[in-house]
């Protein structure tokens, strides 16, 4: 069961996609009373990724704590993942305080993915876009988000989202660049898991998804029937169109 959802309202509702799956099986509990309030998600194989908008960018501490608040609203409900429950994360590492790998932890049920939904602000992108300045660069924002997943374990895995190869590529040399020189970082440096971009038969992405294919960094793409085409007036859909 995955879902893939955002911070970003106008586009997004990720606090109803929350109350929604707690009443789903808050309902489903009802009709077995050995069923306790908090859901065995794991068992379920439920993966939820959100993403911070761009303006919200603001600092490490505030990308830790929404990253916090998201998985408070979206797998709150769900019971911690523990020792003696399979992990449905097969990537996600546990962590104890002294950054070294632990086991013998439980800890609350994690995001599947936490984007970066965009590098940067752009007028237009978004309502809440228009005139914001001084948010983090991107590699600053990248720590934080190793944060998310190594002290926080409020997301199994981070990624990026409408990013180009450039800026991908900046990323992965400002991983590999902290992990050759050695130094105890906590936590460890790490790649993206995922990226996230607009990809279709006629806007394919090959240079991004050659570099997530050369780095092990998994592409998913959205709008893949060419919705994305639509967006101006008086446009087609040369996908679902074409007589392939």
């Keep these: 069961r995955n879902f893939d959802t955002a911070e970003a309202t106008w586009w997004y509702d990720q606090k109803a996609l929350g109350q929604t799956l707690q009443t789903f099986f808050s309902e489903t509990c009802d009709e077995d009373e050995s069923c306790s ?13 959100t993403k911070i908008p761009p303006w919200e960018l603001k600092s490490p501490s505030h990308i830790r704590q929404r990253a916090s608040n998201s ?3 979206l797998v709150g409900f769900c019971d911690p993942i523990s020792p003696d429950v399979t992990n449905p994360f097969s990537s996600w590492e546990l962590y104890n305080n002294d950054g070294k790998g632990s086991k013998e932890v439980s800890l609350p049920y994690p995001l599947d993915v936490y984007y970066i939904h965009a590098p940067q602000c752009w007028d237009g992108w978004h309502p809440d876009c228009d005139g914001v300045e001084d948010t983090l ?11 998310v997943v190594g002290i926080d374990h409020s997301a199994a895995r981070i990624g990026l989202s ?3 190869a450039e800026e991908l590529q900046d990323i992965v040399e400002f991983v ?3 992990n050759a020189n050695k130094p105890n970082y906590y936590p460890p440096p790490r790649m993206p898991d995922v990226v996230q971009i607009y990809a279709d038969p006629f806007e394919p992405a090959l240079e991004l998804r050659q570099l997530c294919e050369q780095y092990g960094i998994e592409f998913v793409s ?12 008086n446009s087609k859909n040369p996908v679902l169109e074409n007589a392939v």
């Design 37 to 49: 309030f908090a859901v065995d998600c794991a068992s379920h194989l439920l993966r939820i990724s």
């Design 222 to 233: 959205y709008s893949t029937l060419g919705s994305q085409h639509m967006r101006y007036e």
């Design 176 to 178: 590999k660049e902290r």
């Design 162 to 164: 409408n990013i180009d």
């Design 137 to 147: 660069g991107l590699r600053e924002a990248w720590l934080a988000m190793e944060a």
């Design 71 to 73: 998985r408070q609203q």
